[in-house]
């Protein structure tokens, strides 16, 4: 595929007693882009819209509501960037043939830095709108990169096709994550390294994470309001105890540690503007009520909309080997 083609994506629709199974089957031979034979059952790979309400499709969370403000929010610093950039390319050791794939590109945070090393890069992700923020940021850059429409639990990719794979906080996200897991698998070569992770937060007893703390405070506050956080995908406990149960052999490794900083306003400006997804599933009136609690929760805990969020962070790398 040419640099920053963009294929649209395919979903995997699996037989289930709803349905007339010799209609069904008759059918979805005669549409399929693709068919498998997986645990006992038929797996077609449809055109995105060629169904408008199948209950069996898997379902991820697209993030082009915030595409614009992902980079701003979520971004690594530039000099932790590129000494993430430099342990990952330290673990996996990879030369002028080497072709990295990552699930859940996004804007690129992973993938720029290392594709203007030269290296080549294929990533997926099926919103449009982060792949476009990531083209933008490769305008007038020699690279080696393709962005893909696509989703990660039906990739186009033949099998054994990529040297190493990456996850970045994707999988609480995706639905079918074993699904995609798989997929991972198999469009990797025998011998692969994967690099997952699920985050890149993590806590110190001695200075805890604040962006944890108001997290988990407008967690419960919308609880309260009948609309508990829904959960899309897995925790990381589940995905490891899933590869370990593939006996992968697993080493964790810290890629870059940082201090953020933020306010509490700063921080309170972001909830306001539903950068983060707890709070895109609520209804607008139920929005507001909820961050008001949590703007007055945040003044009587933190005493001034001033007050310094300062939070030890973590970028924390899975290496998973003895898997693909």
Not at 26 to 49: E, G, M, S, T
Not at 280 to 294: G, Q, R, S
């Amino acid at each position: 595929m040419p640099n920053g083609q963009i294929v649209e994506p395919f979903y995997v629709f699996e037989y289930s007693p709803w349905v007339n199974v010799v209609a069904l089957t008759i059918f979805c031979f005669k549409k399929a882009w693709r068919c498998k034979f997986i645990n006992y059952q038929f797996v077609f790979y449809l055109p995105i819209n060629l169904f408008t309400n199948v209950k069996n499709m898997t379902s991820t969370i697209s993030f082009d509501r915030v595409s614009d403000v992902y980079d701003a929010t979520r971004a690594l610093p530039p000099e932790i960037s590129e000494q993430a950039t430099d342990t990952i390319l330290n673990i996996v050791s990879p030369t002028s043939e080497t072709k990295f794939f990552e699930i859940g590109i996004g804007t690129g945070r992973i993938a720029v830095p290392i594709a203007k090393r030269g290296y080549s890069y294929t990533g997926i992700d099926i919103s449009e709108k982060m792949l476009a923020e990531l083209h933008r940021k490769l305008e007038g850059i020699s690279h080696r990169l393709t962005a893909v429409k696509g989703d990660a639990t039906a990739l186009l990719f033949p099998d054994n096709s990529f040297d190493v794979g990456l996850t970045v906080h994707v999988f609480h996200l995706v639905s079918a994550w074993k699904q995609a897991l798989a997929e991972i698998r198999r469009v990797l070569k025998p011998g692969s390294p994967y690099l997952y992770t699920h985050g890149t937060m993590d806590s110190n007893s001695a200075n805890p994470n604040h962006n944890l703390i108001l997290r988990q405070r407008w967690e419960d506050i919308i609880a309260s309001y009948g609309y508990p956080l829904p959960r899309y995908g897995a925790t990381e406990e589940e995905v490891l105890a899933e590869l370990r149960a593939q006996d992968a052999s697993l080493e964790i490794v810290i890629a870059a540690q940082w201090k953020s900083e933020l306010t509490v306003s700063q921080s309170l400006e972001n909830y306001q503007n539903r950068v983060y997804r707890p709070s895109w599933h609520l209804p607008d009136d139920i929005f507001v009520k909820a961050f008001n609690d949590l703007r007055e929760w945040a003044l009587e805990h933190y005493g001034s909309l001033d007050y310094g969020l300062s939070s030890d962070t973590n970028f924390r790398i899975i290496v998973v080997r003895n898997w693909a």
